[in-house]
């Protein structure tokens, strides 16, 4: 009797054991924070085609699927940043897209894309602080902080990736105001070049400044929404067109006049990327997004310069 009850438990312990085990699989693969490939799945795969999108490699929407486009735009990424291209985001890739930390060094260290916690919120108020706006200190480190980054990473002379590591943040602590200097200056330049355009507009209100960094303005009517139900119905809680999430500095444009993903400097509302679209933005029109209802309500709708910066 006692033999039988071992026997009969023993059964009934491996058969749990496999139960768990077979719930657990999966036919598709996890995206880890080591490496994303074909087939791969999650919020991985979700912070690698919206990052891929803002630089420029269209991988389509940001779905979480690491499907044969996102593999495509992976292996463009890592032809232009001189990698191996085996389509694989391995620690290399997401390094140099900005979205990890170099996988020798602690974590904890390095802030890039998808951070969040207090230390991006230092990060932030520190970029504010120096005219390199990144909206609201919000602790979230997205794409308006990403662009603010790399903006003074070029500022200050050093490697240009978007990720706050120590040089960066020495940087930052011990910048002197030339740097700051130089980012109102070069800020003062788009709209200098802004303001000599506008002179020169043919009837299409359209006109190419010529600046050596190949950037051209335009002349938009510009109107404002955010993220809420009523001006998103019946897309709430969606992201952006090209995956990244709604929020300041994210622009819905018309992509047969402004490319998606392009950077923007825009007269009364600064850096911004061409993230959206909409169906009534059509020509030169531009929708901004702004933090919360009231501030779309405030900006109504105004005309103003537009430069895409190449």
């Known amino acids: 009797m006692g033999i039988r009850k071992l026997v009969t438990s023993m059964f009934l312990f491996a058969f749990i054991i496999g139960g768990i085990m077979f719930a657990g699989a999966t036919p598709t693969q996890a995206a880890t924070n080591d490496n ?3 087939g791969a799945q999650g919020a991985e795969v979700v912070k690698l085609q919206q990052t891929l999108n803002y630089k420029g490699f269209w991988c389509g929407e940001a779905d979480g699927v690491f499907d044969a486009q996102t593999h495509k735009a992976v292996v463009a990424f890592q032809k232009s940043a001189g990698l191996k291209t085996d389509g694989i985001a391995g620690a290399r890739t ?4 900005g979205i990890a930390h170099p996988a020798s060094k602690a974590n904890s260290t390095y802030l ?4 969040r916690g207090p230390e991006v919120a230092k990060i932030q108020q520190a970029l504010n602080s120096k005219g390199f706006t990144c909206g609201t200190a919000d602790g979230i480190f997205g794409p308006l902080t990403y662009n603010a980054v790399e903006r003074f990473q070029k500022a200050a002379g050093i490697i240009v990736n978007g990720i706050v590591g120590p040089e960066t943040r020495k940087a930052l602590e011990t910048a002197d105001t030339k740097v700051t200097q130089q980012n109102n200056a070069a800020n003062n330049v788009e709209n200098k070049t802004t303001a000599q355009s506008s002179t020169r507009e ?3 209100n359209v006109s190419r400044s010529g600046s050596s960094r190949g950037s051209y303005t335009l002349t938009m009517k510009a109107t404002a929404y955010c993220p809420c139900a009523k001006c998103n119905y019946p897309y709430y809680g969606k992201p952006s067109y090209i995956g990244l999430p709604l929020g300041y500095g994210i622009v819905a444009v018309d992509p047969r ?8 400097y825009i007269e009364g509302y600064g850096h911004a990327i061409a993230a959206d679209q909409g ?3 059509k020509g030169n029109r531009i929708d901004l997004c702004f933090s919360s209802h009231q501030e779309a309500l405030r900006w109504g709708m105004k005309n103003v310069k537009v430069t895409v910066i190449k």
Do not use: D, T
Not at 94 to 97: P, Q
Not at 112 to 115: K, L, Q
């Open 279 to 281: 169906g009534a933005i």
């Open 257 to 264: 006049v402004i490319p998606m993903g392009s950077k923007l």
């Open 36 to 38: 994303a490939k074909l």
């Open 112 to 115: 890039f894309w998808g951070s």
């Open 202 to 204: 043919a009837a299409s």
């Open 94 to 97: 997401k390094y140099e897209l």
